[in-house]
Structure formats: structure tokens, C-alpha cells
């Protein structure tokens, strides 16, 4: 996720702004830059690579001035390069902005101001700096307040303008925004973490607020340019504790992040007229994409549960047959592939062995290339052919959980541009993007009930077996549960398809047993209910994932964590939180370390 710091006061700004970038470093970036503001005029350096590549670059140059600002950047829209990376420049050279989101509108933006305006990078943040130069007329705050009226989508974004060496603008919407309040000197940052060596007391800016940052004050405005009142915070955590911005662990941070990257997952990728979705980086023309007859996807752990949901998704919307592998199984096995055949490889570094010996295993054999990946160009999205980025920002958690969800979003969002380029109608598919219209909203409803799960885990810590089952689209959410309760937890657990349970597992039922199953209201509801009651009369306690106002299900469960009503591809979005909260639960209860669990790695680079 992008880092930025910026800083007016009277102390040598690069340094500490420097210094602010490594303090962000934690956040994940692949290039970074500075800007400093001296007599009228800008220094500016960028590099790809880490800060100790930027400190290189900067030399001996001895960048001057006390006011700056600096950035790191985790690429999404324009590859990983130095043209690429901010802060960016209008055309004079004396307008510089950093930008943390996404400009939805930048493709239309920047057709108009083209003329005009000269652009050097690929990004929607550079044009934000060109629409900024449009507005300008002496003011820079002003011509900010024009310039993002005219913007749709997300921004956290800090501007500074040669002309005006006693002022530095930031404005939110949707990307966070502190504000660090000195003696004398202020400082503004994407998170607190590179601000707490010099000041705890900080403001947070809220969506559609602009703030002026003076040397000797700090005034904050609406978009309408009325002035705002705020309340000044005082900050006690540590810096890791601000890394974690108040969570006890990075992995719940990550669960508690689910919405807002769901979000950024799927911005600017749905078409609600045409009750479809475009993923441009798929590089495919139309009567290409019609010709897939098969999909296949390769990954492997949760990335693979993500694949077995748009294996799920896949058939059902898109009526291709579709087939998920282990990476590590696929690469040896003598796999049918044709020019026909459209692989996905899911990955969220990007780096992982198995899936990248597949991918170029499929290239080999001919089939259709395409990456679902988080970590922007790593060397499975580089290798691929096209794909698209799941945008859910750094996980450092070792247990994946956001990468998770953003990939079954990525996923869902194909199924249904494939969907609508062979058997799906127009009503359908609007009336998924209905469905889909308020999930993030959903999660956070089901985020809401931590506290509700965490007392459920506290009755449940001491048993050293689970079972998870589910049916159908929710066959592979109880795999995920049970994939995480077991790596951070280390306790044994188990998931089957609950139809399968007479065929030896329920063998294994009775009171040393608990059983955590996915029963949401879905075409499968009736069976997979009466497979509950089977696991029930056998002594196993049950809890239950179940549907709100789903009032029978207290009647045959021991604990029950309600989820909001959904369509049923989109259930697993849903339904896997409440798991991912489960098995945290049970791990800091038994004092795992959540974080980095036992013999596990990040990211698995070796076979
Ligand atoms: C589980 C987990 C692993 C990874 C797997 C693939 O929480 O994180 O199972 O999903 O190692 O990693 P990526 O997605 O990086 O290819």
C-alpha cells in the first residue's frame, strides 16, 4: 500500500522525510521519491527499488528547503518504474503531488486535458497534478478544492507548489490522512507511524476535507471551502502497535481491512449498464474469450480455496467447464492443455514455486496464460500474459486472509465478463451487480460481531480436533476455515463437503469433535441442514455460520454467527470472516504467535 509523509516547519525537511519513509517501509512499496521546496524551487528525485535506491540517487545533491513531501509507491495503475513513481509534476515544473487511491475517472481526465498538457508517466495520479496546474490562479488550496471536485474515485493526496514555500495541501477521500502536530512544524503522513519520533498529537482528516499546513498552524476546510473544526488526539501506541494502527496483530488488522480492499478490488471494473465487468489486463478480444472452452486454475493453500470458488463461480455463470489443481501437482502431471484452454495462476506474492513452475509449464504446452496476483510485478504476474492485480495492498500477516477475499473478488468479476459474453442475460447479470453493489457494507457487518466470535472461541479453545464442513460454493470457505484455524492455531482440524460424512468421516463424531459448518440460505440449505442435525444426534457440539433471521438454526447448533443475506456466488465473500475471526481467536487465546506461526513462511519461493 502507498506510504506518504510530507513536512513544513524549519528543520532541514529531507531528512526527516527520508527518515519517514523507512518508518512506512513496513507497508510493502516497490519505488519511492522525495520532493523538498528551496528559493522558489523544486528538487525532485525518484527511484524503483528500496529507499537506500533513493538515498543513492539523491547523492550528494544535498536537497535544501523546509517544506517537502515523499512517497512510496505499491504500483496499480502503470508498471513499476521510475516515470511511474511521485511524486509527479504538472507541466511548469512547479506543482508536485504524492497520491495515495485510485482516480477512477483518470482515463477520461486525461483524454481531455492530452491537448494541452504533456504526461510522462502512465498513472491516474498524474493527472490529478495536471487538473491541479488547470485550476491554478495564485491559490493553491483553492485550485485543489476546484481540481477534486472533478475527480471520482479515492485520494489521499498532498500537493506543494514552488510559488508558495509557506504551505503544504492534503486532502482525503476514501485513502487515509493524519496530520502530526509539532511545536512550529507539521507533518501529514498516509498512517501515524512516521510522525510518533516527533509528535503524538495528531488529527485525522475525514472524507472531503482539505488542510492547509502552515508553519505556524494547521486549517482545515470542506470541499466547499467552509472551515472545519477538529479535535487533536493523543497517541500512545508504540511504533509497532502503529504499524498495526491499534490491532493487537497484523492478521487482524488484514481481516479488518476486507471491505475497504474489496473495494479497491473491484473499483472501475464493473459496468452496472451492462450488468457486467471489464478486467482490461486480461489482453483478450471478445471473440477470443468466447473461444475459451476451458478454465483452469492452479495455486496453492487458500489461493487454491480461491480457485475452488471460481471453479464454483466459473460453471455456474460463465457455463465453462472448469477444472483447479494444485500447482505442485499440476507441474508434474501430464496435464491436456490446449490454445483453447485459459489458465489462471493465483498467487498473492507472485512468487510462489509450484505456481510458477506451472504457469510456465502451461505457457509450454500452449494454453492461455493469465495471472490473479496481489504483489505488483512479482515474477509470476511478469511471466504471465496479462491478468489482473487484486490490489488488497501488502499482507504481512503470514496467514492470508485479504489476499483471500480480493482474489475470490477478482475471480467472481471474470466469471461474470465471461458470463456475459456467452449465456448470460443482461437481467442476470445486473441483478448480480445488485447483489454485489452493498457487500463491503456486508463485511462490515460481519467484522461487527468480533467481540461475539471471540467469546465463542473462548468456549471452544480447549478441544484439539475440529471438522468444518460445507456444501456446494461453501465446500471451499470450510476448507479456508480449517486451513486457518490449523497453521495459526496448530491445532488438528479437518473440512469436508458435508454430503460426504457417511461415506467414514462421521465416524469420527461425538463430544471430542466440535464441528464448525457453513449453513447460509442457499439452494443447498435443506441438505446441508440435515447434515447438521445428523452431526448433532451424533454429540458433536455445532457452530454454526448461518443466515440473520435464520431463526431456526439456534434450535440445532450450540453457537451460531450470523451472516448477512447474499446471493449465493457471493456468499463465500461473507461467510469465510467469520472463520478467518474464529481461528485468530483460538490462536491468541492459546498464545500462538499469530503473525509468524510455526515452520510457515510468507512466501514459499522454493519447491
Ligand atoms: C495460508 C497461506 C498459504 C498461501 C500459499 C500460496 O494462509 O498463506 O497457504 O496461500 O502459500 O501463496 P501465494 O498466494 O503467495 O502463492
Redesign the pocket.
Known amino acids: 500500500m502507498c506510504g506518504i509523509v510530507g513536512y513544513i516547519g524549519t528543520r532541514h525537511a529531507a531528512p526527516l522525510l527520508m527518515q519517514g519513509l523507512r518508518r512506512l517501509e513496513y507497508r510493502g512499496y516497490d519505488s519511492a521519491g522525495i520532493a523538498t521546496l528551496e528559493n522558489g524551487s523544486l528538487f525532485c528525485e525518484r527511484s524503483v527499488g528500496h529507499i537506500d535506491a533513493l538515498k543513492e540517487k539523491i547523492g550528494d545533491q544535498r536537497p535544501e528547503g523546509t517544506i517537502g513531501l515523499a512517497h512510496t509507491r505499491w504500483a496499480t495503475h502503470g508498471g513499476v518504474s521510475e516515470k511511474n513513481a511521485h511524486p509527479h509534476r504538472a507541466c511548469n515544473d512547479s506543482l508536485v503531488i504524492v497520491h495515495n487511491g485510485i482516480i477512477e475517472n483518470y482515463r477520461e481526465l486525461r483524454a481531455e486535458l492530452q491537448a494541452t498538457h504533456t504526461f510522462t508517466s502512465d498513472t491516474d495520479s498524474e493527472v490529478l497534478a495536471h487538473l491541479i496546474e488547470v485550476e491554478y490562479q495564485g491559490d493553491l488550496r483553492h485550485a485543489v478544492a476546484r481540481a477534486l471536485k472533478k475527480v471520482r474515485g479515492t485520494y489521499g493526496v498532498v500537493v506543494m507548489h514552488a510559488s508558495e514555500p509557506e504551505r503544504l495541501i492534503a486532502a482525503r477521500m476514501g485513502s487515509p490522512l493524519v496530520i502530526g502536530m509539532g511545536k512550529g512544524e507539521y507533518f501529514v503522513a498516509s498512517d501515524a507511524t512516521p510522525l510518533l519520533p516527533y509528535t503524538k498529537d495528531v488529527t485525522y482528516l475525514d472524507d472531503g476535507e482539505i488542510a492547509e499546513l502552515r508553519r505556524g498552524e494547521v486549517r482545515i476546510y470542506d470541499l466547499l471551502e467552509q472551515s472545519v473544526q477538529k479535535n487533536i488526539h493523543h497517541i500512545e501506541w508504540d511504533d509497532e502497535q502503529a504499524q498495526k494502527q491499534g490491532y493487537s496483530h497484523f492478521m487482524l488488522k488484514e481481516i479488518f481491512e476486507q471491505p475497504i480492499v474489496f473495494r479497491d478490488a473491484v473499483r472501475g471494473r464493473k459496468i452496472p449498464e451492462e450488468g457486467t465487468a471489464y478486467l482490461g489486463g486480461l489482453n483478450m478480444s471478445e471473440p477470443q474469450m468466447r473461444a475459451v472452452s476451458r478454465v483452469l486454475f492452479v495455486?496453492?493453500?487458500?489461493?487454491?480455496h480461491a480457485g475452488m470458488i471460481g471453479k464454483y463461480a466459473f460453471e455456474r455463470l460463465a457455463r465453462i467447464p472448469c477444472e483447479v489443481e494444485v500447482a505442485s501437482e499440476f507441474r508434474y502431471r501430464d496435464c491436456v492443455l490446449d490454445e483453447n484452454t485459459l489458465v489462471f495462476a493465483?498467487?498473492?506474492?507472485?512468487?510462489?514455486a509450484d505456481?510458477l513452475a506451472a504457469v510456465r509449464e502451461a505457457r509450454r504446452k500452449g494454453a492461455i496464460v493469465r495471472g490473479i496476483v496481489?504483489v505488483v510485478g512479482s515474477t509470476i504476474a511478469r511471466e504471465t500474459d496479462g491478468g489482473t492485480y487484486i490490489h488488497a495492498g501488502p499482507e504481512l500477516a503470514?496467514?492470508?486472509t485479504k489476499?483471500f477475499t480480493n482474489m475470490v473478488a477478482v475471480i467472481l468479476l471474470y466469471a461474470l465478463q465471461f458470463g456475459r459474453l456467452k449465456h448470460m442475460s443482461l437481467a442476470a447479470g445486473q441483478e448480480f451487480l445488485q447483489a454485489h453493489f452493498d457487500i463491503s457494507t456486508k463485511m462490515e457487518e460481519v467484522l461487527q460481531q468480533n467481540d461475539e466470535v471471540a467469546r465463542i472461541a473462548q468456549r471452544y479453545v480447549h478441544y484439539r480436533d475440529f471438522l468444518f464442513l460445507g456444501r456446494g460454493i461453501n465446500y471451499p470457505v470450510a476448507l479456508e476455515g480449517s486451513?486457518?484455524l490449523k497453521?495459526i492455531s496448530y491445532i488438528h482440524s479437518e473440512a469436508y463437503p458435508a454430503g460426504e460424512m457417511k461415506h467414514g468421516v462421521n465416524a469420527l463424531l461425538g463430544p471430542e469433535l466440535p464441528v464448525l459448518a457453513v449453513m447460509t440460505k442457499n439452494q443447498l440449505y435443506e441438505k446441508m441442514r440435515s447434515n447438521v442435525e445428523e452431526v448433532r444426534a451424533r454429540g458433536s457440539k455445532v457452530i454454526l455460520i448461518a443466515t440473520e433471521g435464520d431463526t431456526d438454526a439456534r434450535a440445532i447448533a450450540d453457537d451460531v454467527i450470523f451472516v448477512p443475506q447474499t446471493i449465493e456466488a457471493l456468499e463465500p465473500l461473507l461467510n469465510t470472516i467469520p472463520l478467518q475471526l474464529f481461528a485468530y481467536h483460538v490462536a491468541t487465546l492459546l498464545g500462538r504467535d499469530v503473525d509468524r506461526p510455526r515452520n510457515l513462511a510468507?512466501?514459499?519461493t522454493v519447491e
Open positions: 495455486a496453492c493453500g487458500t489461493a487454491y493465483i498467487s498473492q506474492s507472485g512468487e510462489t505456481t496481489n503470514v496467514a492470508s489476499a486451513l486457518k497453521e510468507k512466501s514459499v
